[in-house]
């Protein structure tokens, strides 16, 4: 069967981590051991091997292991379908993460085409109550999985956004300078909000139904108050060119897709989501990633690599087995954090297992029977 999953991961002085090195097979990963372990600093290093921030959204030179403060690296083999690649990424101080695969150079959106690497973090907990950006971000690490030039949209759209503020900021009247970015922001805008709207799409088809235990979600994806409708180029650069006065006057932008936001109703009890209860919400957001991992190895041959940080603790007992079954019914290589293994009782010998330990400041991997 076609998958992906990291069969090596080596880390040099990342966060807590001097010197790790982790054999693996293609099973999901139960890391075990005591608060501040480093547990999360693991899952934190195979984020990386995608594009972005990674899932603490840290800089790079926070990254870098105190006291040292020297470059850090983290290199994996990852098997992707059919081939393995090397794949490494590495920072220097303030300067940007590089990113090498099979020893050459590349940028950092080339890692989404390698690996699909989806996350929940114990910080996604307040996600439906806290602000729209958490929500976008949350949405398109999602649509990344669907769509690795989603990625280049992003940044493109920002870049140009930059720029556009930065001339209002100034007060600039430069009309053929704006035109020039308010095209570039529409022609990446327009297919930002279109991909979101597919794997809004691709997630409600993936959802529920008898495959599996986790709740529905019904999902909209909002333009300010109103559902956002896959706008044309030409509709969204007329619009940004509209918003110039207002623009202006507020000093940024204030129409595009960097506004939208992601609406998600409890389907069971037609309630929004931020009214349903703590255990609830975690459970609708397993239920959207596990949607993503379904309808990804559909689309891409494979699910994607999950990292879930602390989800197991959260869960009940019978939601955490329902899990389990479904992560590797899916054949995903999952990631999973816990503080004890009898965490992950109801595994068994389906997946990997190690213990992470901290002693005078430097962290130790201990794998268990692995092959
Ligand atoms: N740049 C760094 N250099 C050295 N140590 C670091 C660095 N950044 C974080 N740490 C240390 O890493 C540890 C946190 O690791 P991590 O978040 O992975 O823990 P964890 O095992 O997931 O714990 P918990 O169960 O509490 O979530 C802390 O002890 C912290 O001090």
């Not at 044309?232 to 129409?255: E, F, H, K, N």
């Amino acid at each position: 069967m076609p998958r992906l999953a990291l069969r090596a991961l080596k880390l040099s002085y990342f966060r807590s981590h001097r010197a790790a090195h982790l054999q693996l097979d293609a099973r999901p990963v139960a890391l075990y051991g005591a608060n501040g372990a480093g547990k999360t600093n693991i899952l934190e290093a195979v984020s990386l091997l995608s594009p972005g921030r990674g899932l603490r959204r840290a800089t790079p030179a926070d990254m870098a292991r105190a006291p040292e403060r020297i470059g850090w690296k983290v290199a994996a083999e990852m098997e992707s379908l059919v081939d393995l690649h090397e794949v490494a990424t590495s920072a220097q101080g303030d300067a940007s993460r590089l990113v090498e695969i099979d020893g050459k150079p590349a940028p950092q959106v080339a890692l989404g085409r390698i690996a699909r690497i989806t996350w929940l973090v114990p910080a996604m907990d307040r996600l439906w109550t806290e602000g729209a950006a958490e929500r976008r971000r949350f949405l398109d690490r999602l649509v990344l999985g669907f769509d690795p030039s989603h990625a280049e949209a992003v940044l493109g759209y920002e870049k140009a956004m930059r720029e556009r503020n930065r001339l209002l900021r100034d007060q600039s009247r430069d009309a053929g300078w704006y035109a020039a970015l308010e095209g570039q922001m529409a022609d990446h805008g327009a297919r930002i909000t279109a991909a979101r709207l597919a794997c809004l799409d691709r997630l409600a088809a993936a959802q529920g139904g008898a495959r599996t235990a986790f709740p529905a979600a019904d999902l909209t994806l909002l333009d300010g108050d109103v559902p956002a409708t896959a706008p044309a180029t030409d509709d969204l650069a007329q619009a940004l060119a509209a918003s110039r006065p207002a623009d202006l006057r507020a000093g940024r932008t204030l129409v595009g897709p960097h506004r939208a936001d992601l609406r998600a109703i409890y389907a069971a009890k037609g309630i929004e989501a931020r009214n349903a209860s703590t255990g609830e919400q975690k459970a609708l957001l397993v239920s959207l990633v596990l949607a993503s991992a379904r309808a990804l190895a559909e689309d891409f041959g494979a699910p994607p690599i999950l990292l879930l940080d602390e989800v197991a603790a959260h869960l009940d007992e019978a939601r955490r087995a329902a899990l389990f079954d479904e992560i590797c019914a899916l054949g995903a290589q999952a990631w999973m954090t816990g503080t004890g293994p009898e965490l992950f009782d109801a595994l068994g010998d389906r997946a990997s297992y190690v213990e992470v330990s901290e002693a005078d400041g430097l962290s130790h991997l201990e794998q268990k029977g692995m092959p």
